[in-house]
């Protein structure tokens, strides 16, 4: 988890996230820096499973979730944003995949998208544009690796970290990443209630993606270091 400012909602999002996992599990969270209360939030918790880290400076969300990344532990990882809620079955689901399937690498659910207040705006993110497809040429186009929705193998880390200096989200890296070298399973029902807000540290609203060239430059620098990687693989 990175956080950064998110003493509205970070309660509310770890009590979602504790109550399903187990003893040996871990929240390895990581502030980007914050000037609120999110830090005395975290830490009235008392739950040593949680281990936080905290930026001397703010550095953003793909150079702080690289960094929790680099810390997590477990075989099995989970991105979490500071601001969303997990449905109740949202780990026990996803872990059932990957028992199943040992050839996947990274799992996927649908997420309700709600407002500030929870209110549901969305029934379904991925229906709303248009499904899911694991692709690179299509995720190029229109990304569809949501970071809240998203769980992998540890192995996928091999190969996504470090994250290059350009990329433009930590969630599409991580998912054209396996789409070149694993393979994804989209989980058809809702795990996740992905919280919209002005607020937001990251999202997919076109403020966030910026304008069309932008994106044009993003995306030029996601093939480029796909190919990068390829050359060093």
């Not at 005395?40 to 008392?46: D, K, L, P, W």
């Not at 998912?175 to 989209?186: C, I, T």
């Not at 029902?189 to 992905?194: E, F, I």
């Amino acid at each position: 988890m990175a956080t950064f400012n998110g003493a509205a909602y970070v309660e509310q999002q770890l009590e979602s996230i504790l109550s399903q996992l187990g003893e040996d599990d871990e929240i390895v969270l990581v502030d980007d820096h914050s000037s609120d209360a999110t830090m005395e939030i975290v830490a009235a918790f008392g739950d040593s499973r949680i281990k936080v880290y905290r930026n001397e400076k703010n550095l953003g969300v793909a150079r702080t979730f690289e960094k929790a990344l680099g810390l997590a532990r477990g075989e099995l990882i989970w991105l979490a944003d500071q601001d969303d809620i997990w449905h109740p079955q949202k780990v026990s689901k996803m872990v059932e995949v990957f028992a199943r399937r040992p050839e996947v690498t990274l799992v996927l659910s649908d997420a309700r998208i709600v407002d500030q207040t929870g209110r549901v705006m969305v029934e379904s993110f991925f229906r709303r544009r248009g499904g899911f497809c694991a692709g690179i040429v299509h995720n190029l186009l229109k990304n569809k690796y949501l970071g809240c929705v998203m769980a992998f193998r540890r192995g996928l880390l091999d190969k996504a970290l470090p994250f290059p200096a350009d990329i433009p989200q930590h969630d599409m890296w991580l998912g054209l990443v396996n789409a070149r070298y694993g393979q994804a399973e989209f989980l058809d029902r809702t795990l996740v209630d992905y919280r919209m807000h002005g607020g937001n540290a990251s999202g997919t609203s076109s403020n966030k993606r910026g304008t069309v060239v932008q994106m044009i430059i993003w995306r030029w620098r996601l093939m480029k270091n796909l190919y990068i990687l390829g050359s060093r693989l």
